[in-house]
């Protein structure tokens, strides 16, 4: 289980911060979300997480192997992060996005092609209604 | 068709013990062309195995011994997986299944349980056996001819 193991904090990952709409976008530069380096992802991006904001997303798209400790890690996000925060997945790859869907975890996440996207769909959703 | 070892090693407490065993298995696949969504299929497999051994072992002992063996036709490829940890519990392996995770507010997602159960959803045929001090977990993955590229 996660949070156990402190050997995981010897891999850092580089995690880029913007904002955009009231939303912070995580960027990850890393290639793979696996043991050796889960608790330090998940603590890393909760410890940057700004709850004055609306919500963040996780650009996952330079990831392309995931492991059930990082899919851990990545629930584990959702259940700690701020209540007040929404949280989005963007840029899954195709063996990112199998392992989400072969888990179901695809039913529970927000997920998105691309940053882009889910900032028009956040603009959707806040747009008030034409009358 | 005899096994051929590809890795044989000692493994530490090391959060990063996976990767030399890792890549001799990717580097072995792809000298075999064997079609990327087989190797995905493996590195995840065979990465939920190892994480076992670091669940269950390597909190407890400087290290354990494990061994790799794959037997490749042009159908498929089978690998054994020995190692000196722990039996694994009776039962562990076969009951392993996905969690539920429909119908459930975020404060009651499982953040584990994943491991096994995807290893038994990508791999043909998944078999453990505790033989002497030794577990021998068994993996076949299928490779489709006509996706070989």
Redesign the interface.
Known sequence: ??G??P??R??MMDITLETAQERQILTLHATRI????AIAFKDDVLTVLDARLKGFMLDLSQIE?I???G???I??I??SRPSTMTMTLVGLSS?VE??FR????D??FDIQPTVKEALQAMDHQTSPVAT | MKWTRIYSAQIGANANFANGPRDVVIRCLADKETPPLVTQDVELCLAEVFNNFIEHELEERPYIEISIFVKITPTARRFLVLDTGRKVPSGAYRMACMPEVDHQVPADLPEGGFGLALVKTLAERFLYRREGDLNVTFLEFCTPQNEQT
């Not at chain 1, 696996?34 to 380096?37: C, E, R, S, V």
């Not at chain 1, 072969?102 to 975890?105: A, D, G």
């Open positions: 289980m996660l156990r193991r050997l995981d010897m891999v696996d043991t050796a380096g192997f492991d059930s400790s899919l851990g890690a629930v584990s959702l259940k063996g199998r392992v072969l888990t179901r975890m039913r529970v």
